[in-house]
């Protein structure tokens, strides 16, 4: 008698634990974006990497002239020719590794700034949409079409992008 009634409790406080779980389960909707894809097609994205791709051809256009400059027969030249040759290639190598760095120090910018546009636009499909979470695709092996939100991020990332 003893075990059918503790049997009795132990069902019924699983039957309500599961009725329970299934209720949050109900309540929980998840979405997912593909980040990979937003980088691919975010307008913000292609313009700078335009701009930072001719930034970069002038520091390789500045390395060839560095090379040019090192490649020099100094043993020719005065010991005051030799120590100008230094100077201006030592100038040219600092101007090299300046502009290197800004150009670092910018795509460094430009991806806190995509990732905050990122942030922010899946913030407000999140609320919009009421989504308990919004997950890189990359943390999903299969997930519903439907909740596929990377189309809707891209749009409304472009439309707020102004060049």
Do not use: H
């Amino acid at each position: 008698m003893k075990r059918l009634w503790m049997f009795s409790v132990l069902t019924a406080v699983c039957l309500v634990l599961t009725a329970q779980g299934a209720g949050v389960a109900a309540d929980l909707k998840i979405g997912y974006v593909n980040l990979a894809g937003v980088f691919e097609q975010y307008n913000k994205i292609a313009d700078a990497n335009e701009r930072l791709e001719k930034k970069k051809e002038q520091v390789r256009l500045q390395l060839e002239e560095l090379r040019q400059m090192q490649q020099q027969n100094v043993d020719q030249l005065s010991e005051k020719g030799r120590q100008e040759q230094r100077e201006k290639v030592s100038t040219k190598q600092e101007e090299v590794r300046a502009k290197t760095m800004e150009i670092r120090a910018e795509e460094e910018r430009i991806l806190r700034e995509v990732l905050q546009d990122i942030e922010t636009v899946t913030g407000e499909l999140r609320k919009k949409n009421e989504y308990s979470y919004i997950l890189d695709q990359r943390s999903i092996i299969v997930g519903p079409e439907e909740d596929n939100l990377t189309a809707q991020v891209v749009e409304m990332l472009n439309q707020r992008y102004k060049k």
